[in-house]
């Protein structure tokens, strides 16, 4: 069984800066990629960015320039740095990775997800 938690999200100012973290945990499991998805309400879930262990990324044009996703393998986490944040990135942000449990085959997982508010 594995698990992901994510981390991080509040309440901020347009402009602002806030940093999310996902830690996935269980044992016996190996990660390909991992990303950050959002959904507000009313709209799809969307991908924000998205990492792989070699460390290429890819980002959501309307985050690209603000947000920076990273991982750190030893930890199995990953992370979501959000800078210039604006009232529209309003939305529950959600921790994905594809895990290989054991001799499994690779499935996504999900995190519970966190909110993450931009007002003034």
Request: hydrophobic share 35%.
């Amino acid at each position: 069984q594995v698990q992901l938690v994510e981390s991080g999200g509040g309440l901020v100012q347009p402009g602002g800066s806030l940093r999310l973290s996902c830690a996935a945990s269980g044992s016996m499991f190996s990660i390909n990629a991992m990303g950050w998805y959002r959904q507000a309400p009313g709209k799809e879930r969307e991908l924000v960015a998205a990492i792989i262990g070699g460390g290429s990324t890819n980002y959501a044009d309307s985050v690209k320039g603000r947000f920076t996703i990273s991982r750190d393998n030893a930890k199995n986490s990953v992370y979501l740095q959000m800078n210039s944040l604006k009232p529209e990135d309003t939305a529950v942000y959600y921790c994905n990775a594809d895990i290989k449990v054991g001799w499994g085959n690779l499935r996504g997982y999900w995190g519970q997800g966190t909110q993450v508010t931009v007002s003034s």
